[in-house]
C-alpha cells in the first residue's frame, strides 16, 4: 500500500474556494460574550411577568397541595370507618350499621 500523497492534500487545502461556494464565519469570543450578555440582561418588562407567573405558579401549587390534603383525610376517615364496620361484622354482631328512619307522624 502507498503512503497518501502530501502533496495532493496540501494542494487541496490551499485551494481557493469556488465561486458561489458559501463561506462560513464562527463567531470569535468577543462575539461569544456580546451574545451572552444581551441574553442575560433581563429587562424591565420581563421582572415583572416573572413574578406574575411565579405568583401564578405558587397559587396552582398551593391548590393543589389543598385539593391533596382534603383528598388524603377524606380517604382517611372512609377507611376507618370501613374498617369499624368490618371489626363489628367480625364480631358477629348485626347491628352494625345503625340505619336511621325517619318518625312516623299519626
Do not use: H, Y
Request: net charge negative; glycine share 8%; charged share 25%.
Amino acid at each position: 500500500m502507498a503512503p497518501p500523497d502530501s502533496s495532493k492534500a496540501g494542494a487541496e487545502a490551499d485551494r481557493a474556494p469556488q465561486a458561489g461556494a458559501e463561506i462560513r464565519q464562527f463567531p470569535t469570543a468577543g462575539d461569544r460574550t456580546k451574545m451572552t450578555e444581551r441574553i442575560e440582561e433581563p429587562g424591565p418588562t420581563d421582572s415583572a411577568s416573572e413574578s406574575r407567573e411565579s405568583a401564578v405558579t405558587l397559587a396552582v401549587l398551593i391548590a393543589f397541595l389543598v385539593v391533596l390534603v382534603g383528598g388524603g383525610v377524606w380517604l382517611m376517615s372512609t377507611l376507618r370507618d370501613i374498617s369499624r364496620m368490618q371489626d363489628c361484622a367480625m364480631q358477629g354482631r348485626r347491628n352494625c350499621a345503625p340505619i336511621e328512619v325517619p318518625a312516623r307522624e299519626r
